[in-house]
């Protein structure tokens, strides 16, 4: 499959797909949607495949929404064909997303970024919310999802001032998981994504579906949930396969069953 603004590739059980927009530091237009939402229904529906990695180029990751797409619309036009709505999708996908991030990662493209389960920072990386300089604000869940990540204080100078977060900010603020030099980004996110996707898949769906749990529920409630599917995953022939590998000192071997 080829698409018009991505590259997707498979290595081994990983999906590496590169927004490929260069001439507009892959702003996130209708088209980069509607690609990426295909390139991960075919992800999701392929048992060959166990994790994605997202990534941009060196110099960018996204520098937003497209403007210029945005520029002429009215609020009738955005409240009708409820923009962005589309995004919500994006974050529907059942197994893993990593981000892969060098350069900016801007308006949505942070909130891209924010939407997958966890982003890989280069030491390049440069994150905000400069929507407020344009007169709007944030619109694919970037004031939801910062907010929980790094917490109200800089959450809100960055959607105030629209100042960039640089990687090691970042990284103390809880915003990425590792940081790593530029040059090495997309081989450490591919071998972290070939790592996931070595697990048990069903257990694989389970902790990033309970890891989420936890930002729509109390905390008794997502325990709850924690421990039910927990539970469940003692009905599959992989937890039996699992623990009887690790009894036997050998590799489990999964069948995703
Ligand atoms: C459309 C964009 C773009 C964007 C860059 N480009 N960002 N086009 N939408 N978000 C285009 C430029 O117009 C330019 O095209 C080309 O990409 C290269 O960008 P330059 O500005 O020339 O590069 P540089 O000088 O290196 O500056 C990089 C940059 C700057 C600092 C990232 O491009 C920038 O500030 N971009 C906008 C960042 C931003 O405001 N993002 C938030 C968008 S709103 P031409 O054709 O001129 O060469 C958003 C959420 C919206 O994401 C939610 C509200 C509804």
């Avoid at 110099?59 to 709505?85: L, R, S």
């Amino acid at each position: 499959m080829t698409y018009e603004t991505l590259l997707v590739e498979q290595r081994g059980r990983v999906t590496l797909v590169t927004l490929n927009r260069p001439q507009a530091l892959n702003a996130l237009n209708s088209q980069i949607l509607a690609d990426l939402l295909a390139a991960m229904a075919a992800f999701d529906a392929d048992p060959s495949q166990g994790c994605a990695v997202i990534t941009g180029s060196e110099k960018a990751f996204a520098a937003g929404a497209d403007i210029k797409e945005m520029q002429a619309q009215g609020f009738a036009d955005m409240y009708a064909h409820d923009f962005f709505a589309g995004w919500d999708r994006f974050t529907r996908t059942r197994k893993p997303v990593i981000a892969a991030v060098s350069g900016y990662a801007l308006g949505g493209g942070c909130e891209l970024a924010m939407m997958c389960d966890f982003i890989l920072a280069a030491d390049s990386a440069k994150f905000g919310q400069p929507e407020v300089k344009l007169a709007v604000s944030p619109g694919m869940g970037g004031s939801q999802r910062l907010t929980r990540a790094v917490g109200k204080a800089k959450a809100m100078e960055m959607c105030l001032t629209g100042r960039m977060m640089d990687a090691a900010e970042a990284e103390r603020a809880g915003l990425v998981s590792r940081v790593v030099p530029a040059a090495e980004l997309v081989e450490e996110a591919v071998k972290t994504a070939t790592t996931i996707a070595g697990m048990a898949p069903l257990a694989v769906l389970a902790n990033k579906e309970m890891v989420n749990a936890a930002f729509e529920t109390s905390l008794a409630m997502g325990v709850q949930f924690e421990r039910r599917l927990f539970h469940a995953l003692f009905g599959t022939e992989d937890q039996s396969e699992g623990m009887s590998a690790f009894v036997e000192k050998r590799a489990g071997t999964w069948t995703g069953k």
